[in-house]
C-alpha cells in the first residue's frame, strides 16, 4: 500500500515516517494489513535529500497542499493511507490570516476530496490540536466532549477540519480519524512559529548549552506528549476499529499537565543525574505567546484514547531522557 503524509517533512512527519517503515505494514482499506511499499512525504518545502532513516520506498514532493492536482496526484492508489499533518500553525496564523485559510481549510478539503475519489474507503488520519478549546467559558480541565470555543485562526480551521473528518466518514467517502494533539515534545532543530514551541525550547536549548529566553510565566502549565509516545499513538488510532472510535472521530491524546516549574525541576534532575552542564533559562514574557498558551486548557483527559489502548508517557524525565538517547546520543 501507499502512505502519503502531508505535512511530512516536519519533525513528526519525519519521526512517523521512520517508524511506519520499520514497521512495514499497515491496515489499508481492505481492512487487513497490507505492506507498506510506496510513501510521500509532501511539503511546502523539501530537504534536498531524505533524512536520515528514509529508504527508496519514499518520495519527497514539494508544493501546494490546496492546489488540487498536485494533491490528487499524490493521492493516486485506491490501496492508499494518508496523514494529513500539513498546516499553518498557531502563531502563523495569527500573522496571516489568509494563508491560513488557504493551507488549513482548503488544503484540508483538497486532501479529503483527493481520499474520496479512491475506491472504497481509505484511512485518512487528520492533525488537531489543543487549541481547538477556548473561550472565556472554558474549563481548566476538558474531555472529548467539552464545547471548543477556539481564539485563533489556527484552532478554528482545526474544529473545521475535525468536523469534515466526522462528515465524510459519516457519507461513507473516508475512514477518518483526528488526533487532538497536547504539545508534543521534545522537537529538535531551530524553532518554529507555534506558539507551543516555548515548552520544546526549555529542554532543548538549555541541553545544548544554550541560553533559553523563556516568553512564559513559571506558573504557565500545559498538556504535553512525548514525541515517541504520539507517534505510537498516531498509529494505533490509525490502526483502531473504526466501530470501536464511534461517531465522534476525534480524539484527545494522553498527555501530562505540566507547568513550567514542573519542566525545569525536571530538566534539573536529568542533568544533574548525567552530569550535563545546562545552559541558563531567561525569563522574558512575551504577552502574545502568553496570551495564546493562556487560552488553552490545563488538563485534557483523554479516557476514549486510552481505552482505544493509544499510550501515556511515564514522566517527564522520561520524555527528557528519551530526547537525549534520541538526539544528543545518537
Given at each position: ?54 529508504d527508496d520506498r519514499v518520495e ?109 466518514t459519516r457519507k461513507g467517502f ?106 541558563p533559562i531567561t525569563p522574558r ?46
Amino acid at each position: 500500500m501507499k502512505v502519503v503524509i502531508t505535512g511530512g517533512c516536519g519533525f513528526i512527519g519525519v519521526v512517523l515516517a521512520r517508524r511506519l517503515l520499520q514497521r512495514g505494514t499497515l491496515t489499508g482499506p481492505s481492512g487487513a494489513p497490507e505492506p507498506i511499499d510506496s510513501m510521500v512525504l509532501f511539503d511546502a518545502v523539501v530537504p534536498d535529500q531524505r533524512p536520515p532513516g528514509l529508504d527508496d520506498r519514499v518520495e519527497l514532493v514539494a508544493g501546494d497542499v490546496s492546489d488540487r492536482d498536485t494533491v490528487f496526484g499524490l493521492v493516486d492508489r485506491d490501496d492508499v493511507s494518508v496523514f494529513h499533518f500539513a498546516s499553518v500553525v498557531s502563531a502563523g496564523g495569527e500573522l496571516d490570516f489568509d494563508l491560513a485559510l488557504r493551507v488549513n481549510l482548503d488544503g484540508g478539503r483538497t486532501v479529503l476530496e483527493a481520499a474520496r475519489a479512491r475506491a472504497g474507503t481509505p484511512r485518512v488520519l487528520f492533525l488537531s490540536s489543543v487549541a481547538t478549546f477556548g473561550g472565556s467559558a472554558m474549563p481548566s480541565t476538558v474531555s472529548d466532549t467539552t464545547k471548543q470555543t477556539p481564539q485563533t485562526t489556527y484552532g478554528m480551521t482545526k474544529v473545521i477540519g475535525e468536523l469534515m473528518i466526522n462528515d465524510y466518514t459519516r457519507k461513507g467517502f473516508i475512514d477518518g480519524r483526528s488526533a487532538r494533539l497536547p504539545t508534543i515534545v521534545i522537537r529538535p532543530g531551530r524553532p518554529n512559529a507555534a506558539a507551543s514551541g516555548f515548552a520544546s525550547g526549555i529542554f532543548r536549548e538549555p541541553l545544548g548549552g544554550e541560553e533559553y529566553v523563556l516568553p512564559v510565566t513559571s506558573d504557565t502549565r500545559v498538556a504535553i506528549l512525548g514525541i515517541r509516545s504520539c507517534v505510537a499513538g498516531l498509529i494505533a488510532l490509525h490502526e483502531a476499529d473504526g466501530a470501536a472510535i464511534g461517531d465522534d472521530r476525534a480524539l484527545n491524546l494522553p498527555n501530562i499537565s505540566a507547568s513550567v516549574t514542573d519542566m525545569i525541576d525536571a530538566l534539573t534532575r536529568v542533568a544533574a543525574e548525567d552530569g550535563r552542564e545546562l545552559g541558563p533559562i531567561t525569563p522574558r514574557p512575551d504577552p502574545t505567546v502568553q496570551a495564546i498558551i493562556g487560552g488553552w486548557p490545563i488538563v485534557l483527559e483523554a479516557d476514549r484514547a486510552l481505552g482505544l489502548g493509544l499510550p501515556r508517557d511515564e514522566s517527564l524525565d522520561h520524555i527528557i531522557r528519551e530526547y537525549i538517547e534520541d538526539y544528543l546520543e545518537a
